[in-house]
């Protein structure tokens, strides 16, 4: 009976007392006319059973949250397994949903891109490396002599981006610190007067080190040592990135900032690669690609590319996240299975640990790349929109994402 999975007496829907044996470890097929029962069979007796049995094998604790479901009307079922059931649902139409996602290919870019990308200035092409204090203060000092004499320089920590709280500790902390100002949600606001936040809303919170006169010489010693010590206390407070503010506003990073032009990267984390992000989605179009919902026409600032330019300069294998997505499975898989080899031989050469951070993402998207191509979808392109899909094609992918 290991072989096999046993059933006695069916009686789900229109089945007559139904007994059958179906071997395991085969690919079986239920064929017949309709209303012969071949659902009835399938998926409200075979799969609901195991489907039963497998929560009644979980803790009370993990049932409470799924309920409990009604036995089939069957005297006895055998050598069930655990059961996946991929039914015929109609695939999504949302604009936001794509091969990639679908599958969960784009998340593991996402954090592929984010943990080994290597990021490139979108104005001069440069590779941007990590900039040194002095540097920082470097461009500060040239950024006050363009505003000289008009107003002074805000030198600002971001401190919370985009994140729910009421963060009452924080401003309390800051007050005992010595601050006194922080600029919320756009707004500069006193930390001597009591700030309510809704802990339910994302807020944006930089906190205000100092304001330094721009008609200061700062090849006096003692102002570009004041200079120096407010954006070191901005790089501690904002996980090394400085905000200054005169007639521009100007981020600047201690990690990623183009010496030629000083433009600046944002934090490269995973949310930056998401189109579903603000951090990560085109501002104009909003993730779409398109310049509406209803339209079919690209972006004219993303080009159809759904991300910041930002989010585009960040290369792995000399790609950006966008034209990974652009390949078809079969070549998305090549590239992956060369970046593999590539990426191991730079860690051990460098003697980093690049690689141990990239492995585990790039083995789970090759997973996912090789049963799409096992089920026959390899010319699909990884930025195919769910909604285009035919209805075999959706249920392949759909049974790629539930087996992965």
């Not at 075979?46 to 929560?55: L, S």
Request: aromatic fraction near 8%; hydrophobic fraction near 35%.
């Amino acid at each position: 009976m290991k072989d096999v999975i046993s059933i006695k007496g069916a009686r789900e829907h229109n089945l007559k007392n139904v007994s059958l044996v179906i071997p395991r470890n085969k690919m079986v097929v239920f064929t017949g006319p309709s209303g012969s029962g071949k659902s009835s069979l399938a998926y409200d007796t075979i799969f609901a059973e195991g489907q039963r049995r497998y929560i009644e094998s979980l803790s009370a604790y993990a049932r409470q949250f799924l309920g409990s479901l009604d036995k089939p009307d069957v005297d006895e079922i055998e050598g069930l397994s655990p059961a996946i059931s991929i039914d015929q649902k109609s695939h999504s139409g949302n604009p936001r949903s794509t091969v990639a996602t679908i599958t969960e290919i784009y998340d593991y870019l996402r954090v592929l891109y984010a943990r080994v990308g290597t990021p490139f200035c979108p104005r001069c092409g440069s590779e941007i490396r990590k900039m040194t204090n002095e540097q920082i203060v470097d461009i500060a000092v040239n950024i006050a002599s363009r505003a000289a004499g008009k107003r002074n320089m805000v030198v600002m920590a971001p401190v919370v981006r985009g994140r729910k709280g009421e963060y009452y500790q924080m401003f309390y902390d800051f007050l005992n610190a010595g601050y006194s100002e922080v600029r919320l949600n756009g707004e500069m606001k006193s930390l001597r007067e009591r700030i309510v936040l809704d802990r339910n809303k994302a807020h944006t919170i930089d906190l205000v080190i100092d304001r330094i006169p721009t008609v200061l010489d700062f090849r006096e010693l003692d102002n570009r040592l004041r200079l120096s010590e407010a954006i070191g206390s901005a790089l501690k407070y904002g996980q090394d990135v400085v905000t200054i503010i005169t007639d521009e506003e100007t981020s600047l990073s201690a990690k990623f900032t183009c010496p030629k032009d000083g433009f600046s990267f944002p934090e490269i984390e995973p949310r930056l690669f998401s189109f579903n992000s603000p951090y990560g989605a085109c501002p104009e179009c909003h993730g779409l690609g398109t310049e509406s919902v209803w339209s079919e026409d690209p972006c004219k600032i993303c080009l159809g590319k759904r991300l910041k330019e930002e989010s585009l300069s960040v290369l792995i294998g000399g790609k950006n996240i966008s034209n990974v997505v652009g390949l078809s499975i079969r070549d998305a898989h090549a590239f992956f299975e060369e970046l593999d080899i590539a990426l191991f031989e730079k860690s051990e050469k460098e003697k980093s640990g690049m690689y141990e951070v990239a492995e585990l993402p790039i083995k789970e998207i090759k997973n996912r790349l090789q049963f799409m191509i096992n089920v026959g979808l390899d010319y699909l392109a990884l930025e195919r929109k769910s909604g285009t899909l035919s209805g075999g094609e959706s249920q392949r992918i759909r049974l790629a994402s539930q087996i992965g």
